[in-house]
């Protein structure tokens, strides 16, 4: 067992020495600098992801669903992998635009003592699995993003789409020269509803974002709100 116990769900990424994303607060409350968390959260990750997919799955519910959508929960259904390579002048220039100092972002010194490199702000995660709108070899346009949730829309013959919440999970760092496969997966689609807005059904989509390992960098979940049928 490490030194410090941390559950998994319960750890949080928070403020060290005055810097973010140093280091990790356990269940007890004791602060892990993410020099010594490192070593193990890998294998932590593994058991987290397994407990958080498996969860996940229980959610699936089998309604009144069209069969198309019903054969879409719970698996890859989009895959969008490596779009663009991570860069370090990419995220500068983003930082600028921000204006976020993060030593983490930019100090190689300081950055290798705590995380080993520099990382690329872990906010910018799902922007680097989005595919550019031309290509010189794609013909016709290309997919549009978060395409699963356009497709559900689609299927349950939908108007309007709102996302509602939107929640991003953080593993493992990207750095230079990585590059991510963001797999779509839809978890739930809810029973047709009134809404304030008319008749409509809430669905959730998982993004899940890998490493080129297989490791896994992050899980973005978005909750939407669908209303409006569209006109035969």
Not at 16 to 43: D, F, K
Not at 175 to 204: C, F, M, P, Y
Request: glycine letters at 8%; proline letters at 6%; one cysteine or more.
């Amino acid at each position: 067992m490490p030194p410090y116990p941390l559950s998994v769900q319960g750890a949080e990424l928070v403020a060290y020495e005055g810097l973010s994303l140093l280091a990790y607060r356990s269940q007890s409350g004791r602060v892990v600098p993410r020099a010594i968390a490192a070593r193990w959260m890998s294998v932590l990750d593994g058991w987290h992801e397994m407990r958080v997919l498996e969860a996940r799955s229980e959610d699936i519910e089998m309604n009144d669903l069209p069969q198309q959508v019903k054969d879409w929960l719970g698996k890859p259904v989009i895959v969008v992998d490596h779009v663009v390579t991570v860069e370090q002048g990419l995220w500068t220039n983003f930082c600028v635009a921000v204006e976020d100092g993060n030593p983490l972002y930019w100090d190689y010194p300081l950055s290798r003592d705590e995380t080993e490199s520099v990382i690329a702000p872990p906010m910018m995660l799902p922007s680097w699995a989005i595919e550019h709108d031309w290509l010189p070899d794609r013909a016709g346009p290309g997919m549009r993003t978060l395409e699963l949730h356009f497709m559900v829309k689609d299927a349950l013959g939908i108007k309007n789409g709102l996302v509602t919440e939107v929640e991003l999970e953080l593993h493992e760092p990207l750095r230079h020269g990585d590059s991510v496969r963001a797999e779509q997966i839809l978890r739930r689609v809810d029973e047709e509803r009134e809404t304030k807005l008319g008749v409509g059904r809430n669905w959730d989509i998982d993004v899940v974002y890998r490493k080129p390992d297989g490791s896994l960098a992050g899980i973005q979940s978005l909750h939407f709100l669908g209303y409006g049928k569209v006109e035969a």
